[in-house]
Each structure stands twice: as C-alpha cells, then as structure tokens.
C-alpha cells in the first residue's frame, strides 16, 4: 500500500517562507508525475504546481516565480519551496502522485493522494 505524507505546513507571516515535504512510502517502483494541489475554505481544489520524473516543472499562474518545487527520487520525495506568501495562500497544501507498483501481474500505476497540510499565512 502506498502513502504520501505531507509535512512543514504552519502559521507564517505575509512576505514569509514554508517549505512543504512530500515523503512516499510502500512498495514503490517508481514515482512519475508528482503534483502539488491546495484548496482554500468555499472553493476547489487547484493545481499549484507539478514535475515530472525528468524534472520538468509547472506552476499555476498565481504562484509563478515565488513558489519552487522539486524532488528528490532516492528518498521518494517532493517538496514545494513557497516564498513570498500572501494570506491568498491559505489553504489546505495536498501532494499527489503517480506511483507504479509491482502486482501478481506486472507493474501499475495508481493516482495517490496525501491527506494534506495547513498553511496560514496571517499577521
């Protein structure tokens, strides 16, 4: 079974900075496509930004040139750097991920979630 655990979620000041960490765990061949996703209170959830295996990147419109994120594929993890905040990032951060696992069968891959981290940005 897989798992991703978002963690470096808190409460920081507007002009602060958060960094956000995505830790996989389980039988994992190999992670594809990870993204990070946030969702404020009364709306949906939107893409922030995602990579790729081969390290490319994209952001949202919104978080362009102040928010970083990257990986680290021998400890299965993701992060996103958030620089600049505004209390418009508030939000519930979710990592995702495309995992590929072995089964009887051969290798799948699966869309997975994390149960997500708070950020709060507020003076």
């Known amino acids: 079974q897989v798992q991703l655990v978002e963690s470096g979620g808190g409460l920081v000041q507007p002009g602060g900075s958060l960094r956000l960490s995505c830790a996989a765990s389980?039988?994992?061949?190999?992670?594809?496509?990870m993204g990070w996703y946030r969702q404020a209170p009364g709306t949906g959830r939107e893409l922030v930004a995602t990579?790729?295996?081969?390290?490319?990147?994209n952001y949202a419109d919104s978080v362009q040139g102040r928010f970083t994120i990257s990986r680290d594929n021998a400890k299965k993890t993701g992060y996103l750097q958030m620089n600049s905040l505004n209390p418009e990032d508030t939000a519930v951060y979710y990592c995702?991920?495309?995992?590929?696992?072995?089964?009887?069968?051969?290798?799948?891959?699966?869309?997975?979630w994390g149960q997500g981290t708070q950020v709060t940005v507020s003076s």
């Open positions: 995702n991920a495309d995992v590929a696992t072995w089964y009887t069968g051969g290798l799948r891959t699966d869309n997975y």
């Open positions: 389980g039988s994992i061949f190999s992670m594809n496509r």
């Open positions: 990579i790729t295996s081969a390290g490319n990147t």
